[in-house]
């Protein structure tokens, strides 16, 4: 059996994904999670939603950056 690798932020450059536009379609359970984390570690995230559905309605209200899923 190998042994099991841990990476920590100081082995990796955060940088590298901070330069990129994230789009994550779906603001369930793992859509909100997954964003608001690289939201809140200042990555650029976009939510693909549907407009005008409750999704995008409580995306817009946490001050999200939402598109139609097409865009």
Do not use: H, P
């Amino acid at each position: 059996m190998t042994e099991l690798k841990i990476y920590l932020d100081k082995d990796i450059n955060t940088e590298l994904i901070k330069s990129k536009k994230i789009a994550i379609i779906g603001f369930g359970s793992q859509g909100y999670g997954q964003g608001m984390n690289l939201v809140d570690s200042g990555c650029d995230v976009v939510f693909g939603l549907r407009e005008g559905r409750q999704s995008w309605i409580k995306a817009k209200d946490y001050g999200l950056k939402v598109m139609e899923i097409a865009e």
